[in-house]
Nanobody, 124 residues
């Protein structure tokens, strides 16, 4: 089992940057594919990005491709989401998710563990 805690959210102007972090408990972090999802007010939760257990495979939603970068440090049980050129439409609660020994995917059902989320607000 793993527990996930996100941090790094906040209020930023359009065009700015934020770096989200997600720290996982436990000793088997490298056995989990990791992902970021987000949920804006009144909207369904949507996929943002994913990364494989070893970090060699990454995937992005079209809406963030070229602006966001996912990375992980298995020695520190941490996954990051670097968000650049932020837009007001990026405003949402961002959740970290973990899937045990699975290939990374965009489907929420792929991930059995979720963090509480961190708020990102981008002002115009």
């Amino acid at each position: 089992q793993v527990q996930l805690v996100e941090s790094g959210g906040g209020l930023v102007q359009a065009g700015g940057s934020l770096r989200l972090s997600c720290v996982a408990s436990g000793r088997t972090f490298s056995s989990y594919a990791m992902a970021w999802f987000r949920q804006a007010p009144g909207k369904e939760r949507e996929f943002v990005s994913s990364i494989s257990m070893g970090g060699g495979t990454t995937s992005y939603a079209e809406s963030v491709k070229g602006r966001f970068t996912i990375s992980r440090d298995n020695a520190k049980n941490t996954v990051h989401l670097q968000m650049n050129s932020l837009k007001p439409e990026d405003t949402a609660v961002y959740h970290c998710a973990a899937g045990f020994r699975v290939q990374p995917a965009a489907s929420q059902g792929h991930y059995g563990y979720w963090g509480q989320g961190t708020q990102v607000t981008v002002s115009s």
